[in-house]
């Protein structure tokens, strides 16, 4: 079945650049959005159709997508930034489908 | 502003059934699906199915197809999911989000969520 490949986690020191990424072999053909997940907390769309920053999210946030991987930047991540992000698009059915999910650390 | 209040945290045991409800605020109730998404201890988030209040018209994912019911009440603004026979596996925090309106599916505001323990 179709899936969303995203990396377990990614670390940065506070001030770097996080990047990551989300594959799929249909988001050539699709838009992705990216959620920010914080426990306790309701998830946050950080990006819309591929690099849109809806009102509110800080310009740090950038998305991009090329061929069958999207990636999710955050320059000059902060600490406030630790979080799970996930990536969503749909499948060939248009039915909902999330990646499994990146744990960002910042340190 | 868009708000989605969901309703507190359940316990149950397994076989017994749990309804979670999402009050939406802040724009108009019957103009957008509201979907549910959960996510398990350990794992991502997982669609689970989603209603559109106009009409009362839903649609489930397969794996939940004849354990899930959602329903809304135009009175109230607010959208309620039930899930049967539940198992341990269905412990997990239950999200409401409303969809963008757009063509394909899609979420911008979700609720805090709802944790549901299932144990014996």
């Known amino acids: 079945s179709y899936e969303l490949t995203q990396p377990p986690s990614v670390s940065v020191s506070p001030g770097q650049t996080a990047r990551i990424t989300c594959s799929g072999d249909e988001l050539p053909k699709k838009y992705v959005f990216w959620y920010q997940l914080k426990s306790g907390q309701a998830p946050i769309l950080v990006i819309s159709d591929d690099s849109k920053r809806p009102s509110g999210i800080p310009e740090r946030f950038s998305g991009s997508s090329s061929g069958a991987v999207a990636t999710l930047t955050i320059a000059g991540a902060q600490v406030e930034d630790e979080a799970d992000y996930y990536c969503y698009s749909t499948d060939t059915s248009n039915n909902p489908l999330f990646g499994g999910g990146t744990k960002l650390t910042v340190l | 502003q868009v708000l989605l209040m969901q309703s507190g945290t359940e316990m149950r045991k397994p076989g017994a059934s749990v309804e979670v409800s999402c009050k939406a605020s802040g724009y108009t109730f019957t103009s957008y699906y509201l979907h549910w998404v959960r996510r398990a201890p350990g794992q991502g988030l997982e669609w689970m199915g989603a209603v559109n209040p106009g009409n009362g018209i839903t649609t489930y994912a397969q794996r939940f197809q004849g354990r899930i019911t959602v329903t809304s009440d135009t009175s109230t603004s607010t959208v309620y999911m039930d899930l049967s026979s539940l198992k341990s596996e269905d412990t997990a925090v239950y999200y409401c989000?409303?969809?963008?309106?757009?063509?394909?599916?899609?979420?911008?505001?979700w609720g805090h969520g709802t944790l549901v323990a299932v144990s014996s």
């Open positions: 989000a409303r969809d963008t309106g757009r063509d394909s599916t899609s979420f911008d505001y």
